[in-house]
């Protein structure tokens, strides 16, 4: 057994130790319910992750196939209820870095192709303007830019944010310097599904497994139809077709947010987009231009 290996094992049996029941749960009815919201969805391209061992995350795969997946992060505009921020890509401090950064004992090269802080700019997006940052959860591909932040309402399951800032935030692949501006921001603990902006607009849902208080996003565009933002739900398509469960996660909470998921995408007809999925991402209208 490797050293990543033994690793991710490691964080796996910790993630044991968090678990949060939810207190709040979006029904399906009030998800099919339709909204007159006319909310704009962004799509900014927040990095690249170059995975060198596709095995890690679906014990299906071939050790060693490779795959150069998508880090993306999105703005959903609120016609008056303000801005909400969904995940934070990597670091813009690694647009620097010509060749990437090695992560993870090598299993993996990070690099940063434009920053965010620019494309927010190009869309009239000031970061201490920004209403909410929900992060899906915090890994360094989805935190790398949060303390940008730090002036929004955090969104985050409370299961997440007490590991987040305990000493055992490293053991969970977390990075504390990329969020250390969150700790004392005004925030709102989940305990489980989050009607936003009040209206139905965008819900976040609670899909713990990957981390202890990960989530999802359900978002009602009036034109596109209903979306869920997956965040490390499933990292590519193969994963969802064979539910295939990343070796750090807990296995029994990612099977319960499987299971909720599926649930939702059969009743209300919404698609998933597969956040780092790479022929998802070739599909998708990049910001400045919007969904809606």
Same mark, same amino acid.
């Given at each position: 057994m490797n050293k990543l290996t033994k690793s991710l094992l490691k964080v796996s049996g910790l993630m044991l130790l968090s678990t949060v029941a939810a207190a709040e749960t979006a029904s399906i009815e009030s998800l $099919?319910? #339709?909204?007159?919201? $006319?909310? #704009? %969805? &962004?799509? %900014? *391209? +927040?990095g690249a992750v170059q995975a060198r061992d596709l095995s890690? /995350?679906?014990? #299906?795969? *071939?050790?060693?196939?490779?795959? *150069?997946?998508?880090?993306? +992060?999105?703005?959903? #505009?609120?016609?008056?209820k303000g801005t909400l921020v969904w995940d934070a890509g990597l670091s813009d401090a690694m647009a620097s870095e010509k060749n990437g950064v090695e992560f993870y004992e090598g299993a993996f090269n990070l690099s940063v192709n434009k920053t965010m802080l620019s494309q927010l700019q190009e869309i009239g997006i000031e970061p201490e303007k920004v209403s909410y940052f929900a992060p899906s959860h915090l890994h360094v591909d989805h935190s790398g830019n949060a303390n940008y932040f730090a002036d929004s309402t955090l969104l985050i399951q409370q299961a997440e944010y007490q590991v987040a800032f305990s000493a055992d935030a490293a053991n969970y692949g977390f990075d504390i310097t990329n969020y250390s501006a969150l700790k004392d921001a005004k925030r709102i603990d989940l305990q489980g599904d989050h009607d936003v902006f009040g209206d139905g607009s965008a819900v976040i849902l609670s899909t713990p497994g990957h981390s202890p208080?990960? $989530?999802? %996003? &359900?978002?009602?565009? !009036?034109?596109?139809? !209903?979306?869920?933002?997956?965040?490390? %739900?499933?990292? /590519?398509?193969k994963n969802r077709q064979d539910y295939g469960i990343p070796v750090w996660n807990d296995k029994k909470s990612t099977i319960n947010s499987f299971a909720k998921i599926d649930n939702i995408l059969d009743k209300p007809s919404a698609k998933l987009w597969i956040q780092h999925d790479p022929e998802e991402a070739k599909s998708m209208r990049m910001s400045p231009a919007f969904y809606q």
């Open positions: $099919q319910a #339709k909204s007159a919201t $006319q909310i #704009k %969805l &962004y799509v %900014l *391209d +927040c890690v /995350f679906n014990p #299906k795969i *071939d050790k060693g196939v490779q795959m *150069d997946m998508a880090v993306p +992060c999105y703005v959903v #505009k609120h016609p008056n208080g990960h $989530q999802s %996003l &359900y978002l009602k565009l !009036p034109e596109t139809g !209903p979306v869920i933002l997956s965040g490390d %739900l499933y990292h /590519f398509e």
